[in-house]
């Protein structure tokens, strides 16, 4: 029997931020830039496999990613040495003023902390050792992670009220055009069913009055009788407009996302109502959980596998929502095809992966893997292949990189709210005050 089982140190990382075209999508605190920032992570091992990861690109996480990479470059980290990996970021200092406000990006991504923005670079750098790992071995990120459970994965319709364009016609074109309406909203939802296949459908909320939004639910109901519905105004709304929205729209929501806005709140209205609430906003860390569950908060939680520090926690806070008997499902910002092929590996092998998974991934018109992933009857097929089972397309990382390169700053960092000041009558535009209704 070889003593000596054979080791596989990281001999070499690649950080390479990107910006990515994003639409005109709106949401409580304003609009999407024209373009979002991503980091991609390679790991190479010193037998020369590779393996890619994705997180967050803004500034902040860029200046802790490159010290990271030098310490497990230094310390030549052995590929297989997961649990390592959370280790060794847990050494490295993180500048208070980079997160010395307690919601990160006007509160999209919830409570921000050291520890999240730590997890939130580690979560890259572990889907880049899975990857890596899976290549070196032959075998499926998913088989890393205990097994898959199921074939495909299943993901629900992301519908935003946009523009048609960009203010000032900035940044890239699609012929989605605008939907500020009922109307618009039912247009596009039955695009996507029409091109993706999707039975499920989430609507992006906070941005107008409760009531519209309310209209643009029914009208969705009316247009898919019975199919699945979730409304998410980013803690947009006060607890007795929660309630209200919650009495008008209960016979056809299967959730009511983060009405309101921190767990007392969203405490204060579950107790008001028996549609399920679920979040990606009030339970984003380990911290967060134990006052949600036994307050009964929260009844779903949208994991997202970035800021829970990667894969393998994401099955921990799986096992503990089980316990609890709270449903699981998956949040999304801005993604693409690396972070996708995670979701769905990880997805994969949750047991109690209760509602069809969010996902951006239609809104992208652009990504850095070739073969890029097509839903079909709403689902992702589950990649068998060794690792992720996605190729880096270099041209695409390379011009996506490009682009990071000449912007001068302004768009390294995603302010929604900075975007919405742009658009001609949002001048004075500020990132509202929680609970906006
Ligand atoms: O609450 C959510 O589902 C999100 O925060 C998802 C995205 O951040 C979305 O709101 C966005 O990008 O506008
Ligand atoms: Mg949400």
């Not at 695009?191 to 009531?211: A, C, D």
């Not at 693409?336 to 969010?358: E, K, R």
């Not at 890029?372 to 690792?387: E, H, I, K, Q």
Request: with cysteine.
């Amino acid at each position: 029997m070889d003593a000596h089982p054979q080791r596989h140190p990281i001999v070499d990382i690649r950080l390479t931020p990107v910006l990515i075209s994003d639409p005109p999508l709106l949401n409580v605190q304003g609009v999407h830039q024209p373009y979002t920032p991503r980091l991609v992570v390679e790991v190479v091992t010193d037998s020369g496999v590779t393996g890619v990861g994705e997180t967050y690109g803004d500034t902040k996480y860029l200046e802790l990613a490159r010290p990271y990479a030098d310490s497990l470059l230094a310390a030549r980290h052995e590929l297989s040495d997961l649990n390592g990996l959370f280790t060794l970021m847990n050494d490295l200092p993180v500048d208070d003023a980079r997160v010395d406000h307690s919601v990160d990006v006007g509160g999209l991504r919830g409570v921000q902390s050291a520890d999240k923005l730590r997890l939130s670079v580690v979560s890259a750098f572990e889907v880049a050792c899975l990857d890596a790992l899976g290549k070196t071995l032959g075998v499926p990120v998913h088989t890393l992670l205990g097994g898959k459970v199921r074939d495909s994965v299943e993901y629900s319709a992301y519908l935003f009220y946009r523009w048609a364009e960009h203010p000032g016609g900035a940044g890239e074109k699609d012929d989605w055009g605008a939907a500020v309406d009922p109307e618009g909203i039912v247009a596009q939802a039955r695009r996507f069913v029409r091109e993706y296949g999707f039975g499920s459908f989430k609507l992006k909320g906070g941005v107008f009055p409760p009531e519209q939004e309310v209209a643009a639910i029914r009208a969705l109901a009316e247009a898919f009788p019975g199919h699945p519905l979730r409304l998410d105004p980013n803690g947009g709304w006060s607890a007795a407009t929660s309630l209200r929205v919650a009495a008008e729209l209960a016979d056809v929501l299967e959730y009511l996302e983060d009405p309101a806005s921190g767990t007392r709140a969203m405490a204060e209205v579950s107790a008001g109502t028996d549609v399920p609430l679920a979040t990606n906003m009030c339970v984003t860390t380990f911290g967060e959980i134990r006052e949600a569950f036994l307050g009964d908060a929260v009844q779903v939680v949208l994991s997202d596998h970035h800021y829970w520090g990667g894969l393998r926690n994401t099955r921990e806070l799986a096992a503990i929502c089980r316990t609890f008997g709270v449903g699981l499902s998956m949040h999304s910002n801005t993604h693409m095809g690396i972070s996708l092929a995670a979701m769905t590996h990880v997805a994969a092998t949750v047991p109690n992966l209760d509602y069809a998974c969010d996902s951006h991934y239609p809104w992208q018109s652009e990504d850095v893997v070739v073969d890029r992933p097509v839903f079909r009857d709403g689902r992702l097929a589950v990649s068998d292949a060794p690792g992720l089972g996605v190729a880096l397309d270099r041209d695409a990382l390379d011009r996506l990189h490009r682009r990071w390169l000449a912007d001068d700053g302004t768009l390294r960092d995603r302010d929604d709210a900075a975007a919405m000041r742009l658009a001609p009558g949002h001048e004075e535009w500020r990132t509202p005050t929680l609970p906006r209704w």
